[in-house]
């Protein structure tokens, strides 16, 4: 029993990054991965991932479940683009010791940052909000043409890839694709990429075990998804009485901390 004791820590840690990543649709990996890193600096990168996409999992599970309830998933187009991610996060998993660590952190780092940038200043934040306002809010369900779901697809397959092989979801690119490019409402932006996550991050786990990727941590697992999945369960409570705008600013500082934490870990 002694030996676990210091493993409790883990579960505020997993409550904090399920919580706050499921308000915002993200997942949590953002902050989990970037953590156990720095945490764990003795570990190979790829069992960081793993742990990471393993929790990802539970808590984006529990958050769509949570989400589930109050029907603010956009199914139809959720499946399509989870099916979308399942190539990529395939590959991402099996190249994660193919390519240099830090070139790719300090590279999606940089991208994270700049998102961050775009979420804080771009004018198109307004008009999600009145989007989300227009018809209450959560419970419209977005008209997606045919070059929108195809747009939506190819870039699932990318952010499949990317989710899989840094373990942090894809949430924090997916929530300003659906949001801006595809003009989802706010609230079911958030939901549907936590539907879309819980697809892509069983998959770059799988991958991570099937391929002899994963080094371990089931502590580690465990300690952390208890947190996540009842941080998703209060975060999708909290997410009713959040102001649309204030869920765009959070991930907004959300996006560029995960940057900076990547680029800092290149660097």
């Known amino acids: 029993m002694d030996q676990y004791l210091p493993l409790l820590w883990l579960v505020p840690l997993g409550f904090f990054a399920g919580g706050f990543g499921t308000i915002i649709g993200a997942g949590g990996g953002f902050i989990l991965a970037p953590a156990l890193l720095f945490i764990f600096?003795?570990?190979?990168?790829?069992?960081?991932?793993?742990?990471s996409l393993a929790v990802v999992f539970f808590n984006s599970l529990s958050g769509t479940l949570a989400y589930a309830r109050s029907k603010r998933i956009d199914y139809k187009s959720g499946s399509i683009f989870a099916g979308a991610t399942i190539p990529g996060a395939i590959l991402?998993?099996?190249?994660t010791t193919g390519i240099s660590?830090?070139?790719?952190?300090?590279?999606?780092?940089?991208?994270?940052?700049?998102v961050g940038i775009f979420l804080a200043v771009s004018p198109a934040k307004k008009t999600a909000y009145k989007i989300a306002q227009a018809?209450?809010?959560?419970?419209?369900?977005?008209?997606?043409?045919?070059?929108?779901?195809?747009?939506?697809?190819?870039?699932?397959?990318?952010?499949?890839?990317?989710?899989?092989?840094?373990?942090?979801?894809?949430?924090?690119?997916?929530?300003?694709?659906?949001?801006?490019?595809?003009?989802?409402?706010?609230?079911?932006?958030?939901?549907?990429?936590?539907?879309?996550?819980?697809i892509t991050a069983f998959s770059g786990a799988a991958t991570h075990t099937a391929a002899g990727l994963y080094?371990?941590?089931?502590?580690?697992?465990?300690?952390?998804?208890?947190?996540?999945?009842?941080?998703?369960?209060?975060?999708?409570?909290?997410?009713?009485?959040?102001?649309?705008?204030?869920?765009?600013?959070?991930?907004?500082?959300?996006?560029?901390?995960?940057?900076?934490?990547?680029?800092?870990s290149a660097l």
């Open 215 to 264: 080094h371990g941590g089931i502590q580690q697992i465990i300690g952390l998804s208890v947190g996540a999945i009842l941080g998703a369960q209060v975060g999708a409570r909290l997410s009713h009485r959040l102001h649309g705008d204030w869920i765009i600013r959070g991930l907004a500082i959300a996006v560029a901390l995960a940057g900076i934490k990547l680029v800092a």
């Open 101 to 114: 660590r830090a070139y790719f952190n300090l590279a999606f780092g940089g991208l994270l940052m700049l």
């Open 135 to 198: 018809g209450g809010g959560a419970h419209v369900t977005p008209h997606l043409t045919r070059p929108m779901l195809l747009l939506g697809s190819i870039l699932s397959l990318a952010f499949g890839f990317l989710s899989s092989f840094f373990g942090i979801g894809g949430g924090v690119l997916y929530v300003p694709t659906l949001t801006y490019a595809l003009k989802f409402p706010i609230h079911i932006a958030t939901a549907t990429s936590l539907f879309v996550l819980t």
């Open 41 to 51: 600096p003795g570990e190979a990168p790829e069992a960081a991932t793993s742990v």
């Open 92 to 95: 991402g998993a099996l190249t």
